[in-house]
């Protein structure tokens, strides 16, 4: 697909590190599969893995964890 954000490139298969922020925790994934653009390094995660990322984050910062730091697993 055309990048969105640059309008030059295309995205190809790669990984990405997401960090999530809520309130005063942060919660970071890396390794995460995405579509990435070749020309500015923009990253699109799928919807799944998107919600994957977002209920575990919830989990960890309710667990009471302020900074947590991890590879990203397929659900």
């Known amino acids: 697909m055309q990048c969105v954000i640059c309008k030059i490139g295309h995205t190809e298969r790669g990984t990405t590190t997401m ?3 809520r ?7 890396r390794a995460v599969p995405a579509q990435v653009c070749n020309n500015c390094g923009e990253a699109y995660v ?4 998107s919600e994957q990322l977002l209920a575990e984050a ?15 697993r397929a659900a």
Not at 46 to 49: I, W, Y
């Open 23 to 29: 309130g005063e925790g942060l919660v970071v994934v």
């Open 19 to 21: 960090t999530l922020e």
């Open 46 to 49: 799928d919807e799944a893995t």
């Open 58 to 72: 919830a989990a960890v910062l309710r667990a009471g964890a302020r900074v947590d730091v991890r590879e990203y």
